[in-house]
């Protein structure tokens, strides 16, 4: 059989989410070293998607070395590595392949501003985006990884650039302004000009094309499934996994901007812990069978029940231990494990699951100020956000009657009042003893790649708790959409 054919079945076998049989012909190919010339960008993406960040650097390295000096593929080489958390290679082989350059392009200083700002060196990150934004001023998405790592005032010289290229973004391509006006939002935010500052976030969200990617109608039909399939009756039939669990894991439960990433960071400062973050390695290993088989699963034999959960188990691990070689506890605050907190019940009888609240409106101010890059669709319209925050609430509060105190709850606004005596309350949950370091995981340099890379920088603070009235003001179609959604 020929290699295209090969990387052909592999493309098959992704279509049909039959995991094992690619990743095992994307090993062949490389073991093979196969003349797959830009076809090995391709399998390092696919590599990645199915949670084998090892593979798809090989595979990434593999298309570099294709035409290693060409920028493009150097920069497609660099984000896939960043992805799989190779943030330093990435930044080693873009300076490398740049060492003798006088002038560095746009596209290389934003991503090297960005990859540093991920790293936590954000004195080197501002000095690329700084030199990037020279070159072009109105580079939007340079000005919004600016803008998370700087403070605004009034008047300095960053604040007026803004403020000067204002009239011209309004007219200007959306892929430059809706970054630019999400930056101009926070920057306004930093001055504490609450009024037009949401004006400035609603103006980007408005340039944002509707899509099909969040209908709260199916949000909600999705949710009332999992409620009405997965109930008491459902756990008492289904069993448990049985594979012993290489790595114990913390699965931390919340909808973005709650504080998922804070607590990560606190738990992640003890020594006992590995590192954490948004690692997508529950739903790799569902999609193998489908929500809808495992909704009924409890229709099948016990042996075939354990099978399931069995595999479901194998491939969490898999992921984590390619993902963090090094940890023996791991720590997943993926954005959809609401969804399958009942399967994880069943898949790591013995996990921790950490549910940590918010006040609901600050949490969906916080997510309309915040441009996602991909993924939350329902963040750009104030109904929408009230649609998804109504349905996720009432899928944890389902989940708390079916399991009690098996998940912790952490209320937000008292991890950042009274720190120690919630992270007491977590230790004695995890039963791990408490540290000091856990209230000083600022200082740690992990790689932070969310929208709250600055918060989760600095010390606990609570500059967050209070909506301002301007804002408050502003936000009654959530108001009045999540008081008046179904419960």
């Known amino acids: 059989m020929s290699v295209n054919s090969i990387a052909n079945e592999v493309l098959h076998h992704v279509k049909n989410n039959q995991r094992d049989s690619a990743l095992r012909k994307i090993t062949i190919l490389v ?33 570099l070395a294709v035409s290693p000096k060409e920028e493009q593929r150097l920069l497609q080489v660099a984000g896939l590595l960043s992805e799989g958390g190779h943030i330093q290679e990435a930044v080693n082989i873009i300076e490398e392949s740049n060492k003798r350059s006088n002038k560095l392009s746009v596209s290389i200083l934003h991503f090297l501003g960005t990859a540093y700002s991920q790293l936590g060196d954000n004195k080197l990150a501002r000095s690329y985006l700084y030199k990037a934004l020279k070159i072009q001023s109105n580079l939007g998405i340079t000005w919004l990884t600016l803008a998370a790592i700087i403070k605004f005032s009034p008047n300095d010289k960053n604040m007026k650039e803004l403020e000067r290229l204002s009239p011209q973004m309004s007219g200007f391509n959306m892929q430059m302004a809706v970054p630019y006006w999400y930056a101009y939002g926070k920057a306004l935010l930093d001055c504490k000009d609450y009024n037009n500052a949401f004006s400035a976030f609603n103006t980007g969200s408005k340039l944002i094309p509707p899509s099909n990617n969040y209908l709260p109608s199916a949000h909600k039909s999705m949710i009332d499934n999992i409620i009405s399939h997965q109930n008491k009756d459902y756990f008492q039939k289904v069993s448990t996994s049985t594979t012993q669990s290489k790595y114990k894991p913390i699965f931390i439960v919340g909808p973005p901007r709650s504080g998922t990433t804070l607590l990560q960071q606190i738990l992640s400062a003890h020594t006992a812990i590995g590192q954490g973050g948004e690692i997508d390695a529950f739903s790799i290993g569902v999609n193998q069978f489908g929500m809808a088989q495992l909704s009924k699963i409890g229709l099948q ?49 013995d996990a921790s699951i950490i549910r940590i609240k918010r006040n609901v409106d600050s949490t969906a101010w916080s997510c309309f100020s915040t441009f996602f890059s991909h993924g939350q669709e329902w963040s750009y319209s104030l109904e929408n956000i009230a649609h998804y925050l109504k349905n996720e609430e009432r899928l944890s509060a389902h989940w708390k009657t079916l399991f009690g105190n098996k998940i912790c709850e952490v209320e937000y606004e008292k991890l950042v009042t009274d720190p120690r005596k919630e992270v007491l309350k977590l230790t004695q949950y995890l039963q791990i003893d408490y540290e000091e370091s856990m209230l000083e995981f600022y200082k740690n340099k992990n790689i932070i790649q969310t929208a709250s890379t600055v918060q989760a920088r600095q010390p606990i603070n609570t500059n967050s708790l209070e909506l301002h009235s301007a804002i408050a003001s502003r936000m009654k179609p959530f108001f009045n959409t999540f008081n008046s959604a179904s419960s």
């Not at 196969?34 to 593999?62: E, F, I, K, P, Q």
């Not at 075939?304 to 023996?328: D, G, L, M, R, W």
């Open 31 to 63: 073991d093979l070293k196969a003349d797959l010339a830009n076809v090995w960008g391709a399998l390092s993406r696919m590599s990645l998607n199915l949670g084998d960040y090892a593979l798809s650097r090989t595979c990434a390295l593999n298309y």
């Open 301 to 349: 034999n016990s042996e075939t029940q354990e099978n399931t959960f069995n595999k479901i188990s194998e491939i969490y691990q898999q992921i984590v231990e390619s993902k963090y070689p090094n940890s023996q506890i791991s720590i997943d605050k993926t954005t959809n494990l609401n969804h399958y907190v009942g399967f994880i019940s069943r898949v790591f009888p």
